[in-house]
């Protein structure tokens, strides 16, 4: 059934809430393995959810590292915000993607891979973020890191665990 891209951000927002499997490629320093989470909390906001991924930074060295990272994922209207949660940048955007201009606002259906991008200053570098939402079971993240002193891909897939 063909929805409308006013409805994309909705859908994929809704659909995030649970359990996932992870695994990050890293350019030249690895591979990161584990798990993410979506919830819902009481100290909540409405319309948010909380993001935790945690697991195994896996680098080409050899040596393995336990590590995770957290978000709030904000619905806002036809856009998804992402806002830090680590102490330094807590409560600021990360990226805001906003899927409505995914088609021009041409009905979509749920084989349709939809995507939003949107780029973070940090210092003298440029985080290039692209989500791409292939259904309710299956997404992908691809962060470009460029400038000065950074210069890598992240490359994220996410399954329904």
């Not at 050899?62 to 949660?85: H, K, P, T």
């Not at 084989?111 to 985080?127: K, R």
């Amino acid at each position: 059934m063909p929805i409308s891209t006013d409805d994309a951000a909705i859908r994929i927002f809704n659909s995030l809430a649970g359990s996932w499997t992870l695994t990050r490629t890293m350019g030249k320093t690895g591979t990161f393995t584990g798990t993410a989470r979506f919830d819902t909390g009481a100290d909540q906001q409405e319309n948010t959810l909380r993001y935790r991924e945690e697991g195994i930074l896996h680098r080409v060295d050899g040596q393995s590292f336990e590590g995770y990272r957290e978000y709030d994922f904000v619905l806002r209207g036809q856009a998804i915000e992402l806002l830090f949660r680590d102490p330094v940048g807590f409560g600021n955007r990360y990226v805001l993607l906003n899927f409505a201009n995914t088609s021009a606002n041409a009905p979509i259906t749920q084989e349709d891979v939809l995507s939003a991008q949107d780029d973070h200053p940090c210092g003298n570098d440029m985080y290039h973020h692209r989500m791409f939402w292939h259904h309710t079971d299956h997404f992908e993240t691809k962060i470009k890191v460029v400038g000065p002193n950074k210069d890598y891909e992240l490359h994220t897939l996410y399954h329904r665990a």
